[in-house]
C-alpha cells in the first residue's frame, strides 16, 4: 500500500463550517461596512440592507453554535488553541518578518497545527465576535429599554469590533489566498487536505506529531 | 493559480479604488450649519396651551388624528406627532412649552447619519430627505433633545424616521411654518435668527425685573438652535437639557471612521509591497529539488 502524499488539516464539516461563516460574515461586513465608512451610507437608503443584515447574522450565530453541539470537542479544542500563548509565540513575531518577506524559513521555528499569526486571526474572530453579539444584541432587541448613552457606546463598541475584524479579515484572505508562499493554504480550506511537504514546512510541529501518530 | 491569483490582486485593487474615489462627504469635509437664516422663537409666557401649532402641523403635513389632547398626558412626539406640546403645571392652570426639532447649528444627528438622509439646508434648519433614511435610528439616540422618532418592524429593523421639517416648503415659498401661522397669541415667532436673538434677548430684559429666572435658550447652545426659547424658568422645567451637547460618541465615531480608511489603504499598500518583495525573494530562491540536479550536473561535469 502506497502512503498518501498528502495530510488532513481539516475535517469535512470544519470545511464547511468555515465557508458559511465567511458567507454569513462577508455579508455582515458589506451591508454594516456602508454604515461605517464615510461616503457611502447611500446604499443603505430604504433599509433593505440593515433587514439583510439581520438575515446574516442568524447565519452568523447559529452555525457555530451548531458546529458546537456537533463537535462540542473540537470546538474546545479550538477556543483552548486559540487562548494558549506562549514563549514559541514570541519566536514566531521575531522570525516573522524575515520569514513573510524574504522567505527566510531556517530561522522560522517549527510551528504547530495553526501558527501565531492564525492564532492571532483565530483570536480577533473570538474576541470580536463577542463584541459584534453583545453590542448588538443590546441595539436590535434592547433599543427601547436602554438609555440613549448606552445605546451610543455599543455602536462604538459594534464599530471597534468591525476595525479589528475587518483589517484582520482583510491579512486573512490576503495570507490566505494570495501571499506567494501560501501556496496550499485555500485548498486546505477546501478538501481540507495540504501535501506532505507543505504540511512539513509550514506546520513541522504538527507534521511531526501527525506522523508519529499521536492524533 | 499564478493567473487567478492576479485576476484577485486586480479586482481587490479596483474594490479599493472605487471606495477611494467616493468623496468623503462627511467629518472632516462637512460645511458647517449656519447661524444665520430662519427661526422660529417660542415665549412660554405667551402660550395658552390651545394646542392649536399641534393641530395645524398635523393638519398641514397630513398627520392622522387630530383630537384635542389632554395636558395630563400629553401626546409623545412619534412619527405621527411632528409637534407637541411639554404642559407645566403652574399653580391652577398650564404653561406648555411647544416641543419640536430645536434645528441645531451642530446637529449631532446630522452628524450620525449615515446615508446622508438628514443635512443642513442652508436657510438654518436641520432637514431630511426620506426616501435616502436607512431606518438605523442613530439619530434618534443621539439628538440630545430626544426629538427624531422611528416606529418600526422591532424584528426586520424596516423603520423611517420622522420629524419636524421646519415646513420647509412653506418657508421656502416666503411663507411662515404652519405652527408660527397658527399661534394666536404670538407665543411662535418666524423670522430672521439675528433678529429673533435680538427679540428674544428684549424679551427677556423686560420678564428680568420681576422674574429672575427668566432666560433665553437656545442662542448659544450647540451652536446656536434655529428654534429658540424665552423661558421663565431653569430649562429643565420645560423638559429641556440645561446644556446640551452633542454625545462624545460621535466625534469618536468619526475618528474611527478615518482611522478605518487610513488603516485599510496601509494594510492594502502593506499587500502590495510584501507581494513584490515576496515573490521576488521566492523566485530567486533556489529550490531543493534544483539545487539536486544542480549538483548532479556538476558531478557528472567532473
Known sequence: MTEPRVVERFKKRTVWFHWIHTAAFLVLVVTGAILFFPGIGGAAAGGLTRFIHRIAVVFFVGVPIVYFIINPKMSFHFIKETLTWGKGDMDWAQAAPLYYFGGDEENMPPQGHVNTGQKMWQFVVLATGVLFVISGFFMWFLKDALSPGVFQWCVILHDIAFLLAFLMLLVHIYLGVIHPRMTESLRSMWDGKVSKKYARSHYGKWYDEVAEGKK | ?302
Request: aromatic share 8%; glycine share 8%.
Open chain 2, 1 to 302: 493559480m499564478e493567473l487567478s491569483r492576479k485576476d484577485f490582486l486586480k479586482a481587490s485593487a479596483g474594490a479599493v479604488g472605487l471606495l477611494l474615489l467616493q468623496p468623503p462627504t462627511l467629518a472632516l469635509a462637512k460645511e458647517s450649519q449656519t447661524q444665520e437664516g430662519v427661526a422660529m422663537l417660542v415665549d412660554v409666557t405667551k402660550c395658552v396651551s390651545c394646542w392649536w401649532c399641534y393641530a395645524a402641523c398635523k393638519n398641514y403635513n397630513n398627520l392622522p388624528e387630530t383630537i384635542k389632547p389632554d395636558p395630563e398626558q400629553p401626546p409623545p412626539l412619534s412619527p405621527d406627532v411632528w409637534t407637541t406640546l411639554h404642559p407645566v403645571k403652574k399653580g391652577d392652570g398650564w404653561v406648555s412649552r411647544k416641543q419640536a426639532c430645536n434645528h441645531c447649528t451642530d446637529a449631532a444627528c446630522v452628524e450620525v447619519c449615515p446615508t446622508g438622509a438628514l443635512s443642513y439646508n442652508e436657510m438654518g434648519f436641520v432637514q431630511y430627505d426620506k426616501d435616502k433614511c436607512s431606518g438605523c435610528g442613530y439619530c434618534v439616540e443621539f439628538c440630545p433633545f430626544g426629538v427624531p422618532q422611528l416606529e418600526g418592524n422591532k424584528i426586520t429593523g424596516v423603520a423611517v424616521m420622522d420629524k419636524c421639517t421646519f415646513c420647509q416648503d412653506r418657508v421656502a415659498n416666503g411663507e411662515q411654518p404652519a405652527c408660527a401661522a397658527a399661534c394666536p397669541t404670538g407665543a411662535i415667532k418666524f423670522g430672521k435668527r439675528t433678529e429673533l436673538v435680538q427679540e428674544g434677548r428684549e424679551r427677556v430684559d423686560a420678564l428680568r425685573p420681576s422674574n429672575a429666572s427668566a432666560m433665553l435658550y437656545g442662542d448659544k447652545e450647540l451652536g446656536g438652535l434655529h428654534v429658540m426659547y424665552v423661558l421663565d424658568d431653569a430649562p429643565e422645567v420645560y423638559g429641556l437639557p440645561a446644556d446640551p451637547e452633542v454625545p462624545a460618541p460621535v466625534m469618536v465615531r468619526d475618528v474611527l471612521k478615518w482611522v478605518g480608511v487610513g488603516a485599510a489603504v496601509a494594510v492594502v499598500a502593506g499587500f502590495g509591497l510584501n507581494y513584490i518583495v515576496a515573490r521576488e525573494a521566492k523566485m530567486t530562491a533556489e529550490l531543493p529539488g534544483e539545487e539536486y540536479i544542480r549538483k548532479r550536473k556538476d558531478e557528472k561535469g567532473k
